[in-house]
C-alpha cells in the first residue's frame, strides 16, 4: 500500500486557528482525522501548512511552512491534550514532525484554497509561487463549479 510515486510525498493540511498552529509548530507535529485521509495516499514524507485567509494577518491564505516527518500514528483525538476537541474519540493521524522550516517564499492563493488536505511533490513544494502551481487543477475546477451551483442536471436541461 501506498504512493507509487514521489507526486503525493507531501500532505498539505489546513491549520483551523492560531492556536492550533501554535501548538502543532512548537510541539512539532501536526494532526488530521483518519476517514479524510485516503489510504492510497500514504505513508506521505512531509507536511506543509496551509495558513487559511482571514485567520493569520499577514500570514494567511498561503503555505509557509514544511516539515518531514518522522513518525505516524493513528490516535483517538483525545490524546492530542494540547489541543481541546469536540470528537473525543474519533481517530487521527498524528505525524510527528522532525523540524519546521519556512518556505523562501510564501506560496500564496489566488482564490479559493484548501479546505481539508492536498497532496503534492516536495519538488513542486519547493518551486511553487502560487496555490495553483500544486493543487490539482481538476480538483480545484470541479470546486468552483460546486461552489457557482452548476451541475449536470441543470447543464442538460438548458440544452
Not at 1 to 22: N, R
Not at 41 to 59: C, H, K, Q, R, S
Not at 133 to 138: A, G, K, L, S
Request: with cysteine; glycine share 6%; net charge positive.
Amino acid at each position: 500500500m501506498g504512493y507509487k510515486t514521489m507526486e503525493h510525498a507531501v500532505l498539505i493540511g489546513t491549520v483551523k486557528s492560531k492556536k492550533q498552529f501554535e501548538v502543532n509548530f512548537s510541539e512539532k507535529f501536526y494532526h488530521i482525522p483518519e476517514a479524510v485521509v485516503p489510504k492510497n495516499m500514504l505513508p506521505v514524507e512531509y507536511i506543509a501548512l496551509y495558513l487559511p485567509a482571514g485567520t493569520f494577518g499577514d500570514e494567511d491564505g498561503c503555505i509557509r511552512y514544511y516539515g518531514k516527518i518522522s513518525e505516524t500514528k493513528i490516535v483517538k483525538r483525545d490524546e492530542i491534550t494540547s489541543l481541546p476537541s469536540k470528537n473525543p474519540e474519533m481517530s487521527y493521524y498524528k505525524f510527528e514532525i522532525e523540524e519546521w522550516k519556512k518556505l523562501e517564499f510564501p506560496i500564496i492563493r489566488e482564490c479559493g484554497g484548501i479546505y481539508a488536505k492536498a497532496f503534492t511533490s516536495l519538488e513542486k513544494l519547493l518551486s511553487a509561487k502560487k496555490l495553483s502551481d500544486i493543487v490539482n487543477t481538476e480538483y480545484a475546477v470541479a470546486k468552483k463549479i460546486k461552489q457557482y451551483g452548476f451541475n449536470r442536471k441543470k447543464l442538460k436541461k438548458s440544452k
